[in-house]
């Protein structure tokens, strides 16, 4: 596969130490189109071998608008099914520019390791050093250990090495959408995590037209009132959550956005620094980033405080544990006995529709109504169907329950533009009814 | 003429840093940018753009914008970025003369609207 692409499908076997690579064949990118449709075909490959298979949209990485995702999909060790998780913040794109499209990871390593990906190389080195850690002490080892402070990290914490049912893969420091405790599959494999890195380049058929119309459908997202808003808060208020806005204010520092995503989408809060500082902080570890509506909204609901609220999420990011499972499973509601019942926490989250697509992304239209009747199943069919579309292309979740213009469409004639291949209508409902099977 | 970046509009989004690298490179990728945002300091959420010109080194910071002659000593207050050393082997800012139908490539994909021509 020539273009949107690396091309390239990386096989690593914790049990052998064996690294394969395999060439992405066209023709699967003709009849998978890519992302979830791919991730799912080598899942099903690669099943007795208990897989984890990583991977970015046809999309991603690319001046497609929200092209920021990327997926994780394995069977959930807590429902059994097949689930995908995204990948988001700036995760997704290093992956595809650090030389793979997809890494499937299967069987078990006999001792601690992590996997190291860069430029088109992969290595599997000893994670002893960083087995132990929690997350933010083991993406700074791991940056530090690789002198470069932009690699990007997925890694588990204590929950994921003690095998909690809701553990975590974080990314970099922060919480992930994974509610399918993909963290324990990590442990189980003494995988801590993944580091990536790459300076590739994709090559695009078309590049001209692709950034025309890419460009063309930036700006009728732009027309959306929207792109006035920035931030969390905005997506619980437009959710129905009234007063979020100011309980989260005081102590909100800035908002930032996955890449190339038109919404800021993430928010960053201080409790251990002035929040409206604009200089660099000199606190090592002023607050946290904050990307999980249901989370943030389940500890308002418990009665916390927005700061003491930033503290347990803060604390759930270090130890790699799902936030709403701590808040809706915890039944506690000061701080400390919140940080405490990490170990003890038990119970059953229940997963929206299906359960194979993350409801870290609200199961609701933001901003827009989509042509929604208000109709629960059809809201649920259709947020499945905008997921499943979403980690084919490798666009950012929660965007595309935001942005109309975001349409099936516009996305096939994109990927057509950029492969020059005939990405139908008919092809791209197949591999969404396949992967809604 | 030159550009002009408010980075307390900016989102951290890195599509300026694409775009650019895109009109060199004619493909996605990050490899040539002569703008580029810095992220390096994530848990603090420090985040500003740089924008290399032929003789300047322009680093738009949330609290102002501080300005570098290329060669010259950096002030030792502020604590470098990993983006700038790769940044001062690639070419400066051409306004993207050849972009004919667009102008500057950063400026047309920034979704914050937070780069302008000055
Ligand atoms: S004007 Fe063009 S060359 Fe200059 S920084 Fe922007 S994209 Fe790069
Ligand atoms: S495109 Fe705009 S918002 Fe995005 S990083 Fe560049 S300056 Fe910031």
Redesign the interface.
Known sequence: MEYLSTGKILVIDLATSKIEETALDESLVSEKIGGAGITKHLCEKYLNDDPIVIGTGLLTGTTCPASAGGLITAKSPVTGKLCHCPIIYKVGIEIKFSGYDYIVVKGVSDNPVYLWIHDGVADISDASGIWGKDVWESTDSLRKLMGDDLIQTMVIGKAGENRSDYAQICYNYWSSPDRFGLGKLFGSKKLKGLAFRGMGLIEVADHENFVRRSLEILKEIKTNDFMTKKGIAEIASAIGEAGIKEWLEPIVHRHSADYFTPYATNTAVFFDEDPKRVEESKVAEPGVLISDVPALLAFKKLGLSAEDTGRALKACAKYGIDPAAVAGLSGKSSLKEIVDSFDGLSGTVALKGKGIFSPWCPLKPIFNDFGLSGDAAEAEAWWERRQAVAMIFGIQPIFSVMCPELSEENMLELAGIGTELDLTQEILDKVVADLLK | MGIKIDA?KC?????CE??CS?HR???????SACIVVY?????????GVLLKEEEFLKVA???GLEVNRIGEAADPNK?AD??VKPMLLREGCDLCEDMD??GPMCK??C??DAITLE
């Open positions: 307390l989102i951290n989004c890195m599509a694409m775009a895109y490179d004619d493909g996605f990728a990050f490899l992220r390096a300091r994530e848990k603090q959420d420090y985040f910071r949330p609290e604590k990993a983006s139908d667009y047309a994909i979704p914050a």
